[in-house]
């Protein structure tokens, strides 16, 4: 850090001239960038910002309004302070013109009631900068060296922000486009008080540019994302302050990017701990799902594996637990393997033969490749029972009866249309996990007539494509409910839930139908909108849906 004026006025050499704060006393915290030593009236002109100007005031104005206009250019350079010193111009007291000036433009002037030398102010003052500057060096050396080493050693996105939040000292929240949080560190304080009513407090903090700081809440945030595409927020929770100087950056900005960059260099690095045949499997699904494999690549490479699917009808099957989804935690890799393992070995109890391994952080992918004497519906049922009966004897979903969520696709005859499939059986697990635990079922598994749009839009929910969507059809309303403590989405959503009835909607949300009337008029300032056209009334609807699924 800088040093500041009043850090200035502190040395040993300032003290040897009696300084007297003489106006703008409540801003000695600037930093001094420089010293500059002019008795020049139009100095403004050759500074920068952030020099404290030492003068005898010599050649000053005689004028109240020059010596008004010498202040007022100097603040607008944004000079750190102005120091005058007593014996050669002036002798017991500044003008008052000059001190009222300061006074009302809030810079701080100093006058030296004693002489000094001012090349002994420059040469102390610019060694503190120096090193100020040099320290800076060594801490940018050290973060930089800090999370360097998280990289290469691939650490999960908590170890990141733990680093973040000791090295700031302040809690440090990693939270996705919706403004939900994903991970978070709060440096010792109650987690209540870091997270509570998050969302509407994080969308009121927009500050421009991809790092910013908003001092009405404290906030310092940083966009977080690689390769062009922006997928959450690093921000670090502060207390609110004063607006930064003009082209001044927050302390911490560096440390803030540098682990939003480790965080982005995490999500594309993947860490499989599996075994080898499960590592293979994964692979395989995974470049079906991505096309990044050829039709005859997979082919290929899963007959080696002894799982054919060449002449077989091929499922997809996707395996979710409904305790949540599984976080991206060393522990949560293990149980996310063993819940692979567990699927792989029901899949031998019934003598199946299939692709297996784990499709993301939260659950398993299956393409079983059944023969043409394999009927479809006994061998599911099959797999279905035995793999809740091992999950209940291992406790790999919990204690809910249930046992996991099986999913399944459509079945085709060909590899090339496998993806499909397994599209379809991860559309039916996302939609299958908001369905009663252990209610009655004519099967044990879930199937397409399962998902409605709901569903899909689950699917999507960590899409930020959708969460732009979101943000892009009520991004307005919910800012405006965040910041006014309003219920106008709650609203939007009533008329649109009563089938665009108003009168029906005033009913169900209580009010009396001019009320309802202006809340609904207010919606459509606010939007942009006109709600008598069905279209847009669609797309708020499906976005009030989607808001649900990214919130979920």
Same mark, same amino acid.
């Given at each position: 850090?800088?040093?500041?004026?009043?850090?200035? /006025?502190? /040395?040993? *050499?300032?003290?040897?001239?009696?300084?007297?704060?003489?106006?703008?006393?409540?801003? /000695?915290?600037?930093?001094?960038?420089?010293?500059?030593?002019? +008795?020049?009236?139009?100095?403004?002109?050759?500074?920068?910002?952030?020099?404290?100007?030492?003068?005898?005031?010599?050649?000053?104005?005689?004028?109240?309004?020059?010596?008004?206009?010498?202040?007022?250019?100097?603040?607008?350079?944004?000079?750190?302070?102005?120091?005058?010193?007593?014996?050669?111009?002036?002798?017991?007291?500044?003008?008052?013109?000059?001190?009222?000036?300061?006074?009302?433009?809030?810079?701080?002037?100093?006058?030296?009631?004693?002489?000094?030398?001012?090349?002994?102010?420059?040469?102390?003052?610019?060694?503190?900068?120096?090193?100020?500057?040099?320290?800076?060096?060594?801490?940018?050396?050290?973060?930089?060296?800090?999370?360097?080493?998280?990289?290469?050693?691939?650490?999960?996105?908590?170890?990141?922000?733990?680093? *973040?939040?000791?090295?700031?000292?302040?809690?440090?929240?990693?939270?996705?486009?919706?403004?939900?949080?994903?991970?978070?560190?709060?440096?010792?304080?109650?987690? @209540?008080?870091?997270?509570?009513?998050?969302?509407?407090?994080?969308?009121?903090?927009?500050?421009?540019?991809?790092?910013?700081?908003?001092?009405?809440?404290?906030?310092?945030?940083?966009?977080?994302?690689?390769?062009?595409?922006?997928?959450?927020?690093?921000?670090?929770?502060?207390?609110?302050?004063?607006?930064?100087?003009?082209?001044?950056?927050?302390?911490?900005?560096?440390?803030?990017?540098?682990?939003?960059? @480790?965080?982005?260099?995490?999500?594309?690095?993947?860490?499989?701990?599996?075994?080898?045949?499960?590592?293979?499997?994964?692979?395989?699904?995974?470049?079906?799902?991505?096309?990044?494999?050829?039709?005859?690549?997979?082919?290929?490479?899963?007959?080696?594996?002894?799982?054919?699917?060449?002449?077989?009808?091929?499922?997809?099957?996707?395996?979710? !637990?409904?305790?949540?989804?599984?976080?991206?935690?060393?522990?949560?890799?293990?149980?996310?393997?063993?819940?692979?393992?567990?699927?792989?070995? @029901?899949?031998?109890? !019934?003598?199946?033969?299939?692709?297996?391994?784990?499709?993301?952080?939260?659950?398993?992918?299956?393409?079983? @490749?059944?023969?043409?004497?394999?009927?479809?519906?006994?061998?599911?049922?099959?797999?279905?029972?035995?793999?809740?009966?091992?999950?209940? #004897?291992?406790?790999?979903?919990?204690?809910?009866?249930?046992?996991?969520?099986?999913?399944?696709?459509?079945?085709?005859?060909?590899?090339?249309?496998?993806?499909?499939?397994?599209?379809?059986?991860?559309?039916?697990?996302?939609?299958?996990?908001?369905?009663?635990?252990?209610?009655?079922?004519?099967?044990?598994?879930?199937?397409?007539?399962?998902?409605?749009?709901?569903? /899909?839009?689950?699917?999507?929910?960590?899409?930020?494509?959708?969460?732009?969507?979101?943000?892009? #059809?009520?991004?307005?309303?919910?800012?405006?409910?965040? +910041?006014?403590?309003?219920?106008?989405?709650?609203?939007?959503?009533?008329?649109?839930?009563?089938?665009?009835?108003?009168?029906?909607?005033?009913?169900?949300?209580?009010?009396?139908?001019?009320?309802?009337?202006?809340?609904?008029?207010?919606?459509?300032?606010?939007?942009?909108?006109?709600?008598?056209?069905?279209?847009?009334?669609?797309?708020?609807?499906?976005?009030?849906?989607?808001?649900?699924?990214?919130?979920?």
């Amino acid at each position: 850090m800088l040093p500041t004026v009043a850090r200035v /006025l502190d /040395l040993d *050499v300032m003290r040897r001239g009696l300084p007297q704060v003489v106006a703008g006393a409540a801003h /000695l915290e600037r930093p001094v960038r420089w010293v500059h030593v002019s +008795e020049l009236p139009d100095v403004a002109g050759v500074l920068q910002g952030g020099e404290l100007v030492l003068t005898t005031g010599i050649a000053l104005p005689e004028d109240r309004e020059g010596l008004a206009r010498y202040v007022r250019d100097l603040d607008g350079v944004g000079v750190a302070g102005l120091v005058v010193e007593f014996g050669r111009r002036y002798f017991d007291t500044l003008p008052r013109a000059l001190v009222h000036a300061a006074e009302q433009r809030g810079l701080p002037l100093i006058a030296l009631r004693r002489e000094v030398r001012f090349v002994a102010v420059t040469e102390a003052v610019h060694a503190l900068v120096v090193n100020a500057q040099l320290e800076q060096l060594r801490v940018s050396e050290s973060v930089h060296q800090v999370f360097n080493e998280l990289v290469v050693e691939g650490a999960e996105p908590p170890e990141v922000i733990r680093q *973040v939040a000791r090295m700031a000292g302040a809690p440090v929240v990693l939270e996705n486009l919706a403004h939900q949080v994903l991970a978070h560190d709060t440096a010792g304080r109650p987690e @209540a008080e870091v997270l509570e009513d998050w969302e509407r407090r994080s969308r009121g903090v927009r500050p421009p540019g991809r790092t910013g700081h908003d001092p009405r809440s404290g906030w310092l945030v940083t966009a977080v994302g690689a390769r062009g595409q922006d997928w959450g927020r690093l921000v670090l929770v502060q207390e609110p302050g004063p607006a930064l100087p003009e082209g001044e950056s927050h302390p911490h900005t560096m440390l803030l990017e540098r682990g939003a960059s @480790a965080l982005a260099l995490s999500r594309l690095v993947v860490r499989d701990r599996e075994s080898l045949e499960r590592q293979t499997h994964r692979t395989l699904l995974s470049g079906i799902l991505t096309h990044a494999l050829t039709v005859s690549e997979v082919s290929l490479r899963a007959q080696a594996l002894g799982v054919p699917l060449e002449g077989r009808r091929l499922v997809g099957v996707v395996l979710r !637990c409904r305790r949540g989804p599984i976080p991206a935690a060393l522990e949560a890799q293990a149980r996310l393997r063993d819940f692979t393992e567990l699927a792989a070995g @029901a899949v031998r109890a !019934c003598r199946l033969s299939a692709l297996v391994g784990a499709l993301d952080d939260e659950g398993v992918g299956l393409l079983i @490749a059944l023969g043409t004497q394999q009927d479809e519906n006994t061998a599911l049922d099959s797999f279905s029972a035995t793999l809740r009966r091992m999950s209940a #004897e291992t406790g790999q979903c919990g204690t809910d009866p249930a046992g996991p969520v099986v999913a399944v696709g459509s079945s085709v005859g060909a590899v090339r249309d496998a993806r499909r499939t397994l599209l379809e059986a991860t559309q039916v697990a996302d939609a299958a996990l908001h369905d009663a635990p252990g209610g009655a079922r004519a099967a044990s598994y879930y199937r397409l007539p399962d998902v409605r749009l709901r569903g /899909l839009l689950h699917l999507l929910r960590d899409d930020a494509r959708l969460q732009t969507y979101v943000e892009r #059809e009520l991004g307005p309303l919910l800012a405006h409910d965040a +910041e006014h403590n309003g219920q106008l989405v709650q609203m939007l959503r009533i008329y649109l839930e009563q089938g665009r009835n108003k009168s029906a909607a005033a009913d169900a949300a209580h009010l009396s139908r001019p009320s309802f009337y202006d809340r609904l008029h207010k919606v459509e300032r606010i939007l942009g909108v006109d709600l008598d056209q069905v279209e847009s009334c669609l797309s708020l609807h499906v976005a009030l849906l989607a808001l649900d699924a990214v919130r979920r």
